[in-house]
């Protein structure tokens, strides 16, 4: 999949995680992956299809990286 950058609802910096397992087409679009962030030590979940985190309104950050996107 790529790297996702999300914003840590915890003290507002930008995380940068790597998820390595592609989403399957046949997928729900409410899967979850818990994300261990590296700026305050808590576990935040991730929508796998959109990057988004659990409970967030604002649009990701980064997806994908460039190169995953093609």
């Not at 994908?64 to 996107?69: D, F, I, P, V, Y």
């Amino acid at each position: 999949m790529g790297n996702i950058v999300f914003r840590c609802p915890a003290t507002g910096m930008y995380v940068q995680h790597w998820m390595a397992e592609e989403v399957a087409p046949e997928a729900p679009m409410c899967t979850y992956e818990t994300v261990m962030c590296k700026a305050c030590a808590r576990i935040h979940f991730i929508n796998r299809r959109t990057g988004k985190l659990l409970g967030d309104v604002a649009a990701p950050v980064n997806r994908r990286s460039a190169s995953a996107a093609s």
